[in-house]
């Protein structure tokens, strides 16, 4: 059981918008910031968004996030077919004193 | 680049100990923490604690308190996470990340490429 929620799946078509939702608690979502992590098949995670919605160099304008309250989502606009991978949203957590994942969310392009 | 290489695959038995490490280059190892995320078979991501490679700290997720610990040489940029009495449950894919930020604003941006630990008789 994850301490952040995420749905397990999500789909769409190529050129679509997609959300993925985050949900936490006051101690993590509600107090410090989301990060988004991509992991392509087979391969290590890859920081996607940090604090909140910042994209790090390289990361394409078509993934955005966004937090409110003790919540968070991920939108990827213009759906790839590249972009089919497992999606995880985390956070630090103060209760734990560490840092808490989403269960993760497999993204598939229809 | 920035790029963290870690250790190959291994193979242990039930109650043995594995160490694997994590050789850090591209940016001074010291201006980032070096975290542990594990990864079942078909699992999402766990993390399991962080070491401040300047001071030394350090700080374990509940689970694996007791039985994680997490050095460093600071000479060859190099961090070391060993987990002992080693069951099978704990047979996974061990990455090593960078952290930056602060409790409020904490990320991992930079990852290796993953070790393979099989835990069998």
């Known amino acids: 059981q994850s301490v952040l929620t995420q749905p397990p799946s999500a789909s769409g078509t190529p050129g679509q918008r997609v959300t993925i939702s985050c949900s936490g608690s006051s101690s993590n979502i509600g107090s410090n910031t989301v990060n988004w992590y991509q992991q392509l098949p087979g391969t290590a995670p890859k920081l996607l968004i940090y604090?909140?919605?910042q994209r790090p160099s390289g990361v394409p304008d078509r993934f955005s996030g966004s937090k409110s309250g003790t919540s968070a989502s991920l939108a990827i606009s213009g759906l790839q077919s590249e972009d089919e991978a497992d999606y995880y949203c985390?956070?630090?957590?103060?209760?734990?004193?560490?840092?808490?994942f989403g269960g993760g969310t497999k993204l598939t392009v229809l | 680049q920035v790029q963290l290489v870690q250790s190959g695959a291994e193979v242990k038995k039930p109650g043995a100990s594995v160490k694997v490490s994590c050789k850090a280059s591209?940016?001074?190892?010291?201006?980032?923490?070096i975290n542990w995320v594990r990864q079942a078979t078909g699992q999402g991501l766990e993390w399991m604690g962080w070491?401040?490679?300047?001071?030394?700290?350090?700080g374990y997720a509940q689970k694996f308190q007791g039985r994680v610990t997490m050095t460093r040489n600071t000479s060859i940029s190099t961090a070391y996470m060993e987990l002992s009495s080693l069951r099978s449950e704990d047979t996974a894919v061990y990455y090593c990340a960078t952290g930056r930020g602060n409790s409020l604003d904490y990320y991992m941006d930079v990852w290796g490429k993953g070790t393979t630990v099989t835990v069998s008789s």
């Open positions: 985390a956070a630090w957590d103060d209760n734990l004193n560490g840092v808490v």
């Open positions: 604090s909140n919605n």
């Open positions: 591209g940016y001074t190892f010291t201006s980032y923490d």
């Open positions: 070491m401040n490679p300047n001071s030394g700290n350090t």
